[in-house]
């Protein structure tokens, strides 16, 4: 610990008894919906601000950029603005664009939690978190190299292809216009991965050398078989270049689901109430 005590602090502002909490591989958080939650659900997949938050905290120091090119509704962005970090944020769906468009009208920052503006005292503060519309792997191709400090973010996962789909997730529309770019829609999980393969190269061109990508990722199970994807994807990544440096199993108990009698008495079959924090580097 002395040693550790000396030594320069690159990556972020904890001390190292606060670094040494976070490296626990169960990551199990309390957190209760906020008061935006309300208009995130309409997301179904949208991810709590203060579980962002903790994450963005470790991963970077006050002030440095965050992207998230898989925004949804902006739990990323939301989490940026609450510990003090500028955030970017891409998103292909323009409906979730605007929720997070009017959740930064309708919402200001007051005594480190969202409240409405209307209730707020002249302190409150403006969330300045900006999300763009569009395909995050042609907005990614905007974004000058090395200029990112972390790259935070809650891929969709397309692996329930075919009939209902990923639809049940996001409340997909199939007459929307940019359904070929939707991660989602890819048609089989072998282009689910290429494709993100394909964002994983320009995240990389993106980061700051020695700095993270970190992924939140479900597994699934699907046709009797437990899909392994948090792996799947932490692989692809790694093929690209990024070392695998870990893992966080993550599990939110305030708004978990209740168990399901999936075949009960018959066959095992696992309710999956964790997420993988997925952790690597550019190294
Ligand atoms: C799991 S959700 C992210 C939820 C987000 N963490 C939140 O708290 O709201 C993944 C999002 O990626 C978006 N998406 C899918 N393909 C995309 C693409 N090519 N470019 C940008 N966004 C995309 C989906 O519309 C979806 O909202």
Known sequence: MAVAAKLKNRL???DGRQWLYWTDTLYITSYPPDATH???????????PE???EIITFFTKKGELVLDPFAGVGGTLLGAALVGRPCVGFELNPRWVEIYETIKREFVL???AFCRRSQAKDTGQAINGQMYQGDCLALLKEVPS?????????????INHGAGGFREETNFNMTDSYQSEDLGQAPDLESFLLR??????EIWRVLQPLRYLVMLVGDRYQQGEYIPLGFMVAEAMRQIGFKFKG???WSNKATRRRLKPYAVKSVFVPNITH???LILRKE
């Open 110 to 112: 007051a005594e480190g």
């Open 12 to 14: 972020n502002d904890l």
């Open 146 to 158: 090395e200029t990112v400090a972390a790259v935070i973010t809650d891929p969709p996962y397309g």
């Open 247 to 249: 893992i966080r199993i």
């Open 38 to 48: 309300q208009l995130r659900k309409q997301h179904g997949a949208m991810k709590p």
């Open 51 to 53: 579980v962002m938050a």
């Open 275 to 277: 997420q993988n924090v």
């Open 196 to 201: 993100l393969q394909e964002i994983g190269r």
